[in-house]
């Protein structure tokens, strides 16, 4: 074989080894078939080539590039995913911190789509602030609440406001003086207060009892009541207007009796002859009794 042949194959295996080289450095599996993903996002700080990929906190893949749109100002990332992943087409992928440095890295979040995303195909992505930003943002706004909070009680403890919360203590300090006495009197009369209470019963079981008993008398009321409207007391009144003209009258029998002395002094003739008769049965008792012994 001729030496310029035998420097062109050697030249030609050092490149293909070279590439190779730069392809496994770059983080690519040269080895096996991946399936390529497309995310676009608006700024990639923290990401680079080679930057892992994870399902399921799983390392399924890599990034393989990045692009910069200048048109859009974006950026699309190209993602190589094992093809052992079935990805739902509406999944998207997360830009997120891997640990409390902010190393960053990205995650598949999986969709519930049937359908398969297809190599090729261009996936939402967003993108998860970072730890230290988050606790910077909370510290940021702590020191805002601080700082407001500050402000209001500067605001509140200046000289005049000083004066009126001194007078709101001693007002409060003056009622519960107050109060106090207050529950000391109570204390104190606290068998007088069981008294009325246990008189305030009595009182309302009296009054319960003595309503029952009104209930009663109103009840019976109702019935006379009902009574008398059915009592023919017009009738009645007639009867005795009747009765008292036949008694008026001088020509009735009763009415001679009641206006003749004749009635009078018969009555008093007849008392006369029986007093008569007393007397001599007791003066000549024999005369009018006989006793006979057998």
Do not use: H, W
Request: charged share 20%.
């Amino acid at each position: 074989m001729r030496k310029e042949i035998k420097t062109g194959l050697f030249a030609v295996i050092v490149l293909a080894v070279a590439l190779f080289m730069i392809e496994f450095l770059k983080g690519k599996d040269v080895f096996s078939r991946n399936n390529t993903y497309y995310i676009i996002y608006p700024s990639v700080e923290g990401l680079s080539v080679s930057t892992g990929v994870t399902v399921g906190g799983y390392a399924a893949g890599i990034i393989s590039d990045i692009e910069y749109n200048r048109q859009t100002m974006n950026y699309t990332v190209s993602a190589s995913i094992s093809r052992e992943f079935d990805i739902p087409k509406d999944s998207y992928i997360e830009v997120y911190s891997s640990d409390i440095l902010g190393t960053r890295k990205l995650r598949v979040r999986m969709g519930s789509s049937s359908v398969m995303a297809s190599s090729g195909d261009t996936l939402r992505g967003c993108v998860e602030a970072d730890m230290l930003s988050a606790i910077t943002g909370s510290l940021d706004s702590l020191m805002r609440s601080i700082g407001t909070t500050v402000e209001s009680v500067n605001l509140i403890l200046d000289e005049e406001n000083r004066a009126e919360v001194r007078q709101l203590l001693k007002r409060l300090n003056s009622t519960a003086g107050n109060l106090d006495r207050i529950s000391a009197m109570l204390q104190s009369k606290s068998p007088d207060i069981e008294t009325l209470l246990s008189n305030l019963s009595s009182i309302s079981a009296t009054l319960d009892s003595a309503a029952t008993a009104i209930n009663g008398t109103a009840a019976n009321a109702e019935a006379i009541t009902a009574s008398l409207k059915e009592a023919d007391l017009t009738g009645m009144t007639d009867s005795i207007r009747s009765l008292a003209g036949r008694l008026q009258d001088p020509d009735g029998s009763i009415g001679k009796l009641m206006s003749s002395d004749s009635l009078y002094n018969a009555l008093t003739a007849l008392s006369n002859d029986l007093d008569s008769l007393v007397n001599n049965i007791r003066k000549d008792p024999k005369k009018y009794i006989k006793i006979s012994i057998f």
